[in-house]
T-cell receptor, first 113, second 111 residues
Framework: AQSVDQPDAHVTLSEGASLELRCSYSYSAAPYLFWYVQYPGQSLQFLLKYITGDTVVKGTKGFEAEFRKSNSSFNLKKSPAHWSDSAKYFCALASSGSWQLIFGSGTQLTVMP | EAAVTQSPRSKVAVTGGKVTLSCHQTNNHDYMYWYRQDTGHGLRLIHYSYVADSTEKGDIPDGYKASRPSQENFSLILELASLSQTAVYFC??????????FGSGTRLTVL
């Protein structure tokens, strides 16, 4: 069965620090992986995706993520973090040929000014 | 700009009543989805559609029906609303599995 795990429900750091939000997945074939962000009171917005090719993908708002097949991870990174990055971040997985995204439970990020 | 519009923004319903949530997209996308988000959790797929007049069950379809009368419109129907269906509901559209565009959500409270 496919699944996505975001082990950190909450992450707090200071502005200017580097952030890394963890995401691991379970899927037997080649995955499509995504990060979405949800700002307070808003809907989800697309940040970036990995389909194939370069294992480091860059997205909007200065974020990037690294796909590591060896440990089935797709961690989101940004340096430096800004207070405006405070939001809930969701990792998601789609199997190739599927129209369905499976979301992780999300990581609430708080960046202290 | 492409958009996904949901209505209503919020709704209070009584247990056993019928609720219809509406979604309209101007993205010209073939795929549309209904997700629910419970406090502190991720999104779970209820129903989806990849063509007008056809809907498919997602991961948690029980207690929900969906209708896709046109490419632009996708409704979620709760025939007999229950307390457990209190949640925020998101509609989304996409032209493939790759990137979803979400509406602003509908907060449903069932009393």
């Amino acid at each position: 069965a496919q699944s996505v795990d975001q082990p950190d429900a909450h992450v707090t750091l200071s502005e200017g620090a580097s952030l890394e939000l963890r995401c691991s997945y379970s899927y037997s074939a080649a995955p499509y992986l995504f990060w979405y962000v949800q700002y307070p009171g808003q809907s989800l917005q697309f940040l970036l995706k990995y389909i194939t090719g370069d294992t480091v993908v860059k997205g909007t708002k200065g974020f990037e993520a690294e796909f590591r097949k060896s440990n089935s991870s797709f961690n989101l990174k940004k340096s430096p973090a800004h207070w405006s990055d405070s939001a809930k971040y969701f990792c998601a997985l789609a199997s190739s040929g599927s129209w369905q995204l499976i979301f992780g439970s999300g990581t609430q990020l708080t960046v202290m000014p | 700009e492409a958009a996904v519009t949901q209505s209503p923004r919020s709704k209070v319903a009584v247990t056993g009543g019928k609720v219809t949530l509406s979604c309209h997209q101007t993205n010209n996308h073939d795929y549309m989805y209904w997700y629910r988000q419970d406090t502190g959790h991720g999104l779970r797929l209820i129903h989806y559609s990849y063509v007008a007049d056809s809907t498919e069950k997602g991961d948690i379809p029980d207690g929900y029906k969906a209708s896709r009368p046109s490419q632009e419109n996708f409704s979620l129907i709760l025939e007999l609303a229950s307390l457990s269906q209190t949640a925020v509901y998101f509609c989304a559209s996409s032209d493939s599995a790759e990137t979803l565009y979400f509406g602003s959500g509908t907060r449903l409270t069932v009393l």
